[in-house]
């Protein structure tokens, strides 16, 4: 049959069906190869390879999520908020279902403001993330904002509008050198961080109390485990471990004593620094100026940035912390307690002032404040008056090495420990620090005018007013805290922290303190006393010491007259005190920078201080929260 | 008597057991599509409706006889052809000119071609003897090959492959020589570099990501990689109906359409699957048995290549769907979600059908 392939061949249909049997045939069994090699196919996907690609299909499915924990509060020594959590709404994109992030970012940016800083933070954060997570663009959008984009949403896959709580300071610039504030996330700190703890955090405390107590505030992370579609979207929580909120704290800052302070300051920078020297807390600490913290929570622009850098008298700066001024004048009832104890004077030495004083075989004269002196004098008329001659004998009589000795008990020279970094260390000169630091020898002359706080000395404010604590208490110094007390996520009750002592000033005569204390008080309450002026009115006893810091070294024969100089070279006007004088329940340093005179401008502030505490402690509100 | 009456006006003749085995694949095709759409009812419901106009084509077709239906088959073929030109044109599509849109209806006229494809092929070699010689294959080559390059242009390689080889099968089934077969095949191998030139950058693509998924796991990749999990995660008796999590969270791509066999293995494991491709090879064999016993020599290669040609949708589509073919846009035939492909492949049974109840006309 073959042979009839060609058009005049006949149709046999008979055997045109045998033909399309084989070839029928041929084609079924060729199928059912093909068909068992498929199925041999998904038998070694679906038996062989089954647990691979189960486990594959379960990691699909399950994703595990951190959440995030709420940042501690802060509360202030009466229960006030000072560093809240307030709801807020952040733009974030999921690089992963972006293509042209630029292009999205310009797109949004009708929508949203999106300034060169922003879009500068998003692209240094954005490597830190990973693809399917959210990186935030903008924090804190307006109401305006998160309602225009809800609108607009369909438009911008991959974004993402997200609630969150933010950080917010409701006392503004008054607590920015205590609180600090908190900050987006950056590279240093995530090299610090336990990383899987902050995975969902956004926001660490960059100085200040925030960044001292990271770790009480932050909290524990915790995570949820979440079944997600293909796009991401959670469908179903399996699993959930709730994150443990962050300790909240209660700050021995009392915002009452510190608005006192701070708008008995005034315009002028400078510092006041308020200890209670019963227990160490530190009540207030102002610096001034200051600036905004709310502002560095969501990242400064550049341009706010410079202006707070430009912005006359560094608000930048913590004073109270790191400012080193010459102690001057306020230093003497510390030399002078050092001169009682070493014995080199006591009560009943006397010394005549007549203006000028000479060390023996030197011409130079070493001046008192008056023109002519004050005659004859002891230590508590002397520290009434502020009487150099008496501390210049005694600084002679007593010298260096031993001032040296004394003063660094009170802490002067060293850091005090107090709870919040960047503390400054001040300076109390010695033979060994000169020898060290400038390589000279000590000179003579050089004890004299330490014996007056002149000189190489220099003391942050924080330094004088823990010292002045320290002397009022009867030498138990402590390291301050700012930590009054912390209230873990599970404690029913604040608990309370309490300052360690760093050192107990040994005590050689009860009646050497007595007698300083007599001085200072006679500072205040005394008919000569240098700041007899502050007493007035007063429903308590105070004690103090004013002083004067120079910034501007007169040259011989030349006569200090504040109206004919610069502002910028008037002295450093400086007043410490404690009250009430019988049982002292706070002490204070103020520091006003080139205010002047320490009576005139330092001790009203510390009056007011003093006044918006004692008047609550005295009507009978506890110190407690 | 009998044969003075009109055979619509009687029961509709109908082969039972096709009927049975179609209406089997078509009710367990809705019940994975109810899982593969994420539990929309409404959906199932137009694929019903779709089927249903598809099974009443059927009906109609196959109560009209072969002889008949070949007396149509070169004005359907024109009709085709004049088509698919008018999509060079008119074509509407995303990327594509697959469609034409008929105001009532959008239109696949490739899909048409599917049917009228063999059906001239076996028109052309109905009167020829067998096995057909040259000038006689040289024909038929035409007649396939003219549709399929304009298939292949819009283009929509899949179609472009079912139409081709459906051509192919009844050439094949013609008795075709082997030796011509494999010098076919022969040349289609040579080709393939010249192929790869004239190829789109996506079908490209396609390629690629067959031969290695995981060099783009998150783009091209994807569906295939996604499809293999959700294939191999069923195991052998699946995670149950309406269970699959690769389906209902969505990672499988195009799971109510060209993927839906890896919803269905995912859900119902090995055992399905083999289920589902016995059923198949029952209704491929029950084509065969049709064409055997037909009356003559063009029913004959039409139903055997009709039957031939839903091997390849299963063959083609499986194989995809478990990485071992690359991606090309074959439905799961009478599974897939989509009304023009259900209703060409019924319409083919509808024609199977006819060829089955006229075959008592012959001795």
Redesign the interface.
Known sequence: MIAFRNEHAIKDPRDERKLFDRRATTALIIMVVCILALLSRYFWLQVLSHESFATRSESNRVSIRPVAPNRGLIYDRRGRVIAENLPAYRLEIILEKVQDVTALLDELSELIEIGEDDRLNFNKSRRHYRVFDGVPVRFNLSEQEVARFAVNRHRFAGVDVVPYLSRYYPYRELLTHVLGYVGRLDDADIARVDAGNYRGTRMIGKIGIEQFQETRLHGTSGFEKVETNARGRVVNVLERKDAVAGTDLVLSIDVAVQQAAWDALGERPGSVVAIDPRDGSVIALVSKPAYDPNMFVHGISQQAYNEILNTPGRPLFNRALRGGYEPGSTLKPFVGLAGLEAGVVNAETRVFSSGKFYIEGYSRPYHDWKDGGHGWVTLPSALEQSVNTYFYQLAMDLGIDRMHAYLAQFGFGAVTGIDVQGEGKGLLPSREWKRAAREEPWYPGETIIAGIGQGFNVVTPLQLANAVATLANGGKRYQPRLLYAAKRADDERAQRVRAPVALQVPIKNPQDWQLVLDGMDRVVNGTRGTARAIALDSRYRIAGKTGTAQVFKLAKGETYKASEIAEQLRDHALFIAFAPFENPRIAIAVIVEHGGGGSKVAAPIARQTLDAWLDQEMTGQGSGP | MKRLLPSWLGLPRLDPVLLALLLLIIGFGLMVLYSASGQDIDMVYRQAIRLGVGLFAMLVISQVPPHILRIWTPWLYGIGIIMLLATWFLGVGRGTQRWLDLGVVRFQPSELMKLAVPMMVAWYLH?????P?W?AVGYSLGILLIPTLLIARQPDLGTALLVASSGM?TL????LRWRVLFGFAGVAVAAAPVLWLVMKEYQRDRVRTFLNPEVDP?GHGWNII?S?????????TGKGWLNG??SN???IPERHTDFILAVL?EEF??LG??LL?LM??LL??RG?HI??IAR??GS??LA?SLS?TL?VY??VN??MV?G?LPVVGVPLPLISYGGTSAVTLLAGFGMMMSIFSHRKFIK
């Open positions: 009167p020829k003897v067998l096995p010689a000038k099968f094949y089934l013609a008795g998150l996604q293999k999990i959700a294939v191999g995660s069923g195991g052998v999590t690769q969270l969505e990672f293995s494991g090995l699957v083999m491709m198949y090879l491929i064999a065969l064409a055997s003559d020599t004959r290669l055997g031939l091997f299963v063959l499986s194989g478990s071992v």
